[in-house]
């Protein structure tokens, strides 16, 4: 990839653009924006795969979307279970292997979006819960990929939030006997991600990036990636055995303690929340809760 960091955004004139943000830290992504000082360089092209060379017009970013769509991600690969103290609070073992399930293309949101919560949560008291996360991007197609090779069909991380409805992946009365991950974590926009792609160029495999999550402005999350079971080059290595990764596909590394699940008295999402997430080295992500009547 050309870019170090990528964003998608709104220019002053309503177009949406891909550049690269004219930072020195990733902490300046946020504070400028919120003081309309944030400049990006255009990147020509129609996709994050398909942007060429810094076109050397700069622009004025209004506002941040996330780095991907719907369009861009063939599908969402997640690892449950995956770090050390978040599977010390639910209760179990670590996993043999990464433990795998998929979000579709259209549980991808952009960075500041709604998360909208059906009605089929709402009416049955879903328990909403909030997983921030790692998220790697594949920029280079590959199947059986070494190890040794794992970061070079990375284009870049993005932060994200792995939103799920407790009630339906484990409660037997809605899940039956076996916790049932699809279908309680894939609706529509409940994987949003941003504000920007970093490569690893810029954090290598993504070790030791201190990660913590927000509910309107409650500490609840607070770890590191040095707490992840299995790391990226090994989640890139296992999940592409006989399987291709796609161009574009988003694998989900696993949320650490601190969610909603894990408290004596849980503190689900009600309608209304804002739940932040922050990667060092990567942005922080926002989104609202938005429950549907």
Request: hydrophobic residues 35%.
């Amino acid at each position: 990839m050309s870019w170090s960091r990528l964003i998608r955004f709104v220019s002053d004139d309503g177009q949406v653009h891909y550049g690269e943000p004219k930072i020195t830290a990733t902490s300046d992504l946020e504070s400028l924006l919120q003081n309309g000082e944030l400049v990006a360089t255009e990147l020509s092209g129609s996709s994050p795969f398909g942007v060429g060379s810094p076109n050397g017009k700069e622009l004025k970013v209004k506002s941040l979307l996330g780095p991907l769509t719907p369009a861009d991600v063939p599908i969402v690969r997640c690892i449950g279970l995956n770090y050390i103290k978040h599977i010390r609070e639910g209760g179990r073992k670590p996993p043999p292997y990464p433990s795998v399930f998929i979000k579709p293309s259209a549980s991808v949101a952009d960075h500041g979006e709604d998360i909208p919560i059906p009605k089929v949560v709402v009416q049955e008291d879903g328990q909403v819960d909030y997983e921030g996360e790692l998220c790697i991007v594949i920029g280079k197609a590959g199947k059986d990929i070494p190890k040794d090779q794992a970061l070079e069909h990375i284009a870049g991380y993005a932060t994200g939030n792995d939103v799920s409805s407790r009630r339906w992946q484990r409660d037997p009365a809605y899940a039956g006997g076996v916790p049932q991950w699809c279908f309680s974590k894939g609706f529509d926009k409940w994987c949003p991600m941003g504000p920007m792609l970093v490569s690893p160029k810029v954090v290598g495999a993504a070790e030791k990036l201190a990660l913590r999550t927000w509910v309107n402005g409650e500490l609840r999350q607070d770890s590191d990636t040095s707490d992840l079971l299995f790391g990226v080059k090994d989640i890139v290595a296992f999940v592409s055995q006989g399987t291709t990764l796609e161009q574009g596909t988003v694998i989900m590394t696993g949320t650490p303690a601190g969610v909603a699940m894990g408290m004596k008295e849980p503190k689900y999402l009600k309608d209304g929340d804002v739940v932040e997430v922050e990667i060092e080295e990567i942005g922080k992500l926002r989104n609202k809760m938005a429950f549907q009547s």
